[in-house]
């Protein structure tokens, strides 16, 4: 029998029990039920795994710095485990109980496969659940947490001393939010919390896409760093040979010429009624980042990323655009509008009615 010290709460709900264990016992013993159409899975009540999920947990495992400091939730059985008046009892072998929150973490432990020496993990120990109990306690954890705003994170990451992809991406929509001369100035919602009229995109949005020009792999290379590994070069992308030779100034530079020629080719859309458009919001700026991309070879043929390379380049945009307006009546959210209004812009190519 293996023995761990656990304290008794009482909620309204009833009492739990909270304890430690190996992290090699939990992902070994609990099981993880999933509910499907089928009558014999009625009772049980864990969703379908989401496999990026699971995979990016085995990657984070690997992190020398890992943690998981909430705690994994199991229903057990007092007939396997003996809860005494400070500690619990666990059987030498078999299944200690269902998973009732934690399932992707115990997934990715195992998907990880290697030893998980000194890594424990807080567990809260709730007994002899009836099925609907644990479908209750189930779907009130599920339905009642708040996402941590993307903006937050990628603001968090910035305390980090470590340079990485992300962390330059955060200092730079810092920069552009700040640059009263410059095309973002106070644009940027940069805690995900709209503090001014002109904020009409999330730093998390601003960060998502241009980390995509300087890493395929941010969170690998972020790893790596940690570990004091090298981070391979990939020259296809705008940004990364700057970002590997430490030129942040540079990828801001290009940026604000980029914003600044569309800003001045697109008064109306970016200036003066940018609340009735989208070239400010997400999805115009995902197609901004998507064409500066495509076009990048040319101003790099050209060794030009001038606010003048930039502008011939808006005006562009601009004659292929014609009389389409760009708004949410022509163009959506979906990954498929950014190929549409990419498509305008680059080629001048419409398909009419697709919307």
């Known amino acids: 029998m293996a023995r761990a010290p656990c304290i008794r709460v009482v909620q309204p709900i009833g009492e739990f029990f909270l304890t430690v264990l190996s992290a090699d016992i939990v992902y070994k013993r609990v099981e993880i039920l999933r509910r499907t159409t089928a009558a014999a899975d009625a009772d049980k009540v864990q969703r379908s795994l989401t496999e990026r999920r699971v ?3 085995a990657r984070y495992i690997e992190d020398p710095d890992a943690t998981f400091p909430t705690p994994i939730i199991i229903a057990a059985s007092s007939e396997r485990v003996e809860i005494g008046e400070s500690e619990v009892t666990l059987p030498d072998e078999g299944s200690i109980g269902e998973v009732i929150d934690g399932q992707h973490r115990i997934e990715g432990m195992r998907r990880f496969g290697g030893a998980l020496k000194g890594f424990d993990l807080p567990i809260v120990l709730m007994m002899d659940l009836l099925p609907e109990e644990k479908a209750y306690v189930f779907s009130i954890i599920n339905s009642k947490q708040t996402p941590v705003s993307k903006s937050l994170i990628y603001d968090l990451f910035g305390l980090s001393e470590q340079r990485t992809a992300i962390r330059t991406c955060h200092e730079i929509a810092r920069a552009m939010n700040a640059d009263q001369s410059g095309p973002f100035f106070k644009g940027l919602k940069m805690l995900g919390r709209k503090e001014d009229p002109r904020e009409f995109l999330t730093q998390g949005s601003f960060v998502k ?28 992308l705008p940004f990364n040979v700057y970002w590997h030779a430490g030129k942040d100034e540079v990828i801001l530079r290009i940026l604000t010429n980029y914003f600044s020629a569309i800003r001045d080719v697109f008064p109306r859309e970016w200036t003066d009624e940018p609340q009735n458009f989208i070239l400010r919001r997400t999805v115009g700026y995902a197609v901004l980042m998507k064409s500066f991309e495509e076009q990048w070879k040319a101003a790099r043929d050209r060794r030009d990323a001038s606010y003048a390379f930039f502008l011939e380049l808006a005006r562009r945009f601009q004659a292929n655009k014609g009389n389409i307006e760009l708004t949410s009546a022509n163009f959506g959210s979906s990954g498929g509008d950014v190929t549409k209004l990419a498509a305008l812009l680059l080629r001048g190519e419409w398909e009419r009615g697709s919307h």
């Open 55 to 57: 995979s990016e947990i």
């Open 209 to 236: 896409y241009l980390v995509r020009l300087i890493t395929r792999r941010p969170d690998i290379d972020a790893l790596k760093l940690k570990r004091g590994e090298t981070v391979e070069t990939d020259p296809s």
